[in-house]
């Protein structure tokens, strides 16, 4: 039996009267790989509804983020989850930086896709969501028929990390407890106040922050790092053998993952038609996400 994590639990009143965010919270611990950890999900829609969007968030963010999307795929009648990683969110944070491993994360990403059956998905991913989501699919093919992509990459440590994530690194680095809604603010200027704020809510206090202060860590830039070999397994499915339809869009001002970094992995998922580009749009995408949403249900229909 393997033991329990520890960790700390944010209290629910820090997620009061969260604007825009109006879903009731759902939490499961089901999961083997969570060891005891409370893992909190997005689950609205019909459960036998024809589409199920999985939609992924990444660090230093949580499913508040798609807060713009989820109403327009909910209207059209689908299913949407929209799972806090381990550490984010409304999520139980371990208290141990090293306890965020690559492989840790995709093995809940993984159970969480088994328990609750997720049948017809498009997977909907971005930052971190997609150096982990990118890599279930091909687990996995029959679950899973259309892919949104936004700003990311497979880490593959085939080319030098980007030099937009080598200087944000850097940062993270120097100021571990940086103020993640005056991060947000600053690349998206139309957030009012309290919508900044509640990119803070998950952290009273630097110890609930070991995962903000790991994964920027975690991005792989050598070939024996964790993640890389299913990485570059998952780079051959999307060229070779995913069959679904894809999307990618792109905001123009993320000065990590580039348009020409995007173009890259465009090139390399089957089937993937040029880009949606949000001029105005920077790394946090999905704070433009309702003409993106809208877009993804013609497209992916």
């Known amino acids: 039996m393997r033991p329990a994590i520890a960790h700390l639990r944010t209290p629910e009143s820090r997620f009061a009267n969260l604007p825009g965010y109006p879903w009731a919270p759902q939490y499961l611990s089901a999961l083997p790989s969570l060891g005891g950890l409370r893992l909190h999900l ?38 949407v989850v929209a799972p806090d990683m381990p550490g984010f969110g409304r999520s139980d944070k371990p208290l141990d930086d090293a306890q965020h491993r690559f492989g840790w994360h995709r093995a809940v990403l993984l159970e969480l896709v088994e328990h609750l ?29 259309g892919l949104l992509v936004m700003n990311t990459f497979l880490a593959t440590a085939r080319e030098p990390l980007p030099e937009g994530f080598t200087q944000w690194r850097a940062m993270c680095r120097a100021k571990p407890d940086f103020a993640i809604g005056r991060l947000l603010a600053r690349g998206n200027p139309h957030l009012s106040a309290a919508e900044c704020a509640a990119y803070d809510a998950p952290f009273p206090d ?66 993937c038609p040029p880009a949606l580009r949000i001029a105005e749009g920077g790394h946090f995408l999905q704070e433009h996400g309702e003409r993106i949403a809208a877009e993804a249900l013609t497209q992916l229909a």
């Open 206 to 271: 630097e110890r609930y922050r070991a995962a903000t202060r790991a994964f920027p860590e975690l991005v792989a830039s050598h070939p024996d790092d964790d993640g890389v070999a299913v990485s570059r397994e998952a780079q051959a499915f999307w060229a070779q053998r995913w069959r679904g339809r894809a999307m990618m869009a792109v905001g123009e001002q993320d000065p990590v993952f580039t348009p020409a970094h995007m173009e890259n992995l465009r090139k390399g998922i089957a089937g």
């Open 42 to 79: 997005i689950d609205e829609g019909p459960r036998d509804a024809p589409r199920t969007w999985l939609c992924l968030h990444g660090n230093p963010t949580w499913s508040y983020l798609y807060r713009r999307m989820i109403p327009v795929f909910l209207a059209a009648g689908d299913r």
């Open 117 to 145: 059956d997720l049948r017809s998905v498009n997977l909907v991913v971005q930052d971190w969501g997609g150096l982990l989501g990118l890599t279930l699919p091909m687990a996995a093919p029959q679950r899973y028929q």
